[in-house]
């Protein structure tokens, strides 16, 4: 079986890797800012003999690094960027702020063990492809600004992955996942009003409220509401509300509106329902708006032939070594996750009610593409499973019923037992990538389907032509 292949090289390269995500855990960095989180993984992967590719698709945090020779080329796709206002204590219990965090952000989403988890796979392969001196192309890609920024999808939209034959990742987290989740494909977008001042007592009548344009908007929207699919979601901020000042007329006014339904083709007509809403609001208030893209992502291929692949070889594998000390920690940090979402890890594991074990210690169910699960967020993943063949393994790290961006996510982002879930995920998808590479009728299978889907449903890229990644944007700002 090709993770007992791999299973060496993983276990005598870990704790190099598990140190390196503890690094990136302890310096969190936000969007395209991931300078010394891209500085650590490369001084890594530059150890163990990988040729690196900085500036990719010309953005400054997006890198690969490469073993082996000749085809077929497998991606090991990684991330490493943070959150906002989710600093935590590394290992606590009780939401509490990480000593020394002077940045205020925290690893949410567990971006510090996916990354070098998926570097410690893409390593742990080359270095079994070398012993047994076989043919092919493993390569990480450093992938930057997931969150809320669609860092992939700016990277296959600039090619980065025209070479490539087959995907694999995973995704720190609850539970055990080899089921392909579906998930919503997305577009952000800022809408900029503009007004004009006066006095709000003297001269009402000589202003234009660009404030009360936003408000219309957002009230549109709400109503709008109604007439939306169960699983579009539509989410909105204020950048900027104006003055500070009630007695004048806002000149000025920014939302940042994020728009998701579960198809390309859905959001896109969805997303012009926002923008219609947007110019009837300029329109009641006589003001002007400016509409500018910031980012979008496509819903997630799924692909059934890597999706049963996946699953067998982590069949194989069993469940996740978890020890005792990891279950004390884990029943006492599983008292402060909501119990209705304890309750909806455990039925998608297939546990019984009444089992009281804190992580999820088997196999996971068989997956069922006819019942596939509808995740109601959004991946740039999405991008790169319509150009090339992608599966992923989720879960392994966190107790049951931990929400993705909470202070639960970011405690347990050094724990011994995130540790061994990364090791755990590591060995699945570098066994996958492993048979992809040696075994041609597997990868032939694989893209096959994946040309087959194409050919009905072809890949509609949510990026537009043209528009690069903000951070190459002339007058970028972080918002
Ligand atoms: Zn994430």
């Known amino acids: 079986m090709s993770s007992e292949t791999l299973t060496p090289s993983v276990a005598e390269l870990a704790p190099e890797f598990v140190a390196l995500s503890d690094a990136i855990w302890d310096e969190p960095e936000l969007r395209w800012e991931e300078h010394a989180s891209v500085a650590k993984q490369i001084a890594v992967a530059e150890r163990h003999g990988g040729r690196i590719t900085t500036n990719v698709a010309g953005i400054p945090t997006a890198f690969t690094a490469e073993w082996g020779q000749g085809g077929p080329v497998i991606a090991v ?3 490493f960027d943070a959150l906002a206002g989710l600093s935590q204590e590394n290992g606590s219990t009780v939401r509490q702020p990480a000593p020394g965090n002077t940045s205020g952000n925290g690893h949410g989403c567990g971006h510090n063990l996916l990354g070098a988890g998926s570097l410690l796979a893409a390593v742990a392969l080359a270095k079994t492809l070398e012993r047994e001196g076989r043919a092919g192309t493993v390569r990480y890609y450093g992938c930057p600004a997931e969150e809320g920024a669609a860092g992939k999808s700016f990277m296959v939209a600039g090619g980065a992955f025209e070479d490539v034959d087959a995907a694999v990742s995973w995704h720190p987290g609850a539970g055990v996942a080899t089921a ?6 997305y577009t952000q977008a800022y809408f900029r009003f503009r007004g004009v001042a006066a006095h ?3 001269n009402p009548q000589h202003g ?13 929207v ?7 699919d169960d699983t579009d979601r539509v989410h909105y901020a204020f950048v900027d509300a104006g003055g500070a000042s009630p007695n004048v007329v806002q000149p000025t006014a920014e939302l940042y509106y994020l728009v998701r339904s579960a198809t390309t083709a859905g959001m896109r007509a969805l997303y012009e329902r926002v923008c219609k809403i947007a ?5 009641m208030t006589e003001t002007e708006v400016e509409i500018e893209f910031d980012g979008a992502s496509a819903e997630i291929l799924p692909n059934l032939v890597l999706e049963s692949h996946l699953h067998a070889v982590v069949e194989a594998m069993g469940g996740v070594p ?6 004390a920690y884990g029943r006492e940090l599983l008292t402060t996750v909501p119990a209705d979402a304890v309750t909806h890890t455990k039925t998608t594991m297939g546990m019984s009610a009444d089992d009281d074990s804190p992580y999820f210690l088997g196999v996971p169910p068989k997956p069922d593409p006819v019942h596939r699960p509808q995740m109601t967020g959004s991946t740039d993943v999405g991008d790169v499973s319509w150009v090339v063949p992608t599966v992923q393994i989720a879960g392994a790290t966190a107790v049951l019923g931990t929400p993705g961006h909470s202070w639960q996510m970011v405690a347990q982002g050094k724990t011994a037992a995130a540790h061994k879930g990364m090791v755990y995920c590591a060995t699945a998808i570098g066994a996958v ?3 992809l590479l040696t075994d041609p009728d597997l990868l032939e299978a694989a893209q096959a389907e994946h040309r087959a889907t194409l050919a009905v449903t072809p890949y509609d890229c949510p990026i537009p032509e043209g528009v690069i990644a903000p951070p190459v944007r002339p007058g970028y700002r972080v918002r």
């Open 433 to 435: 990538a492993y048979d």
């Open 279 to 283: 110019r009837g609001a300029a329109m």
């Open 322 to 327: 978890y020890d005792d000390d990891d279950l």
């Open 222 to 228: 709400n109503f709008l509401r109604e007439h939306m």
């Open 77 to 79: 796709l990684g991330e």
């Open 208 to 220: 234009r409220s660009a404030l009360d344009a936003a408000e219309l908007m957002n009230v549109g």
């Open 180 to 185: 392909q989740w579906k998930s919503l494909a």
């Open 200 to 202: 709000a007592g003297a």
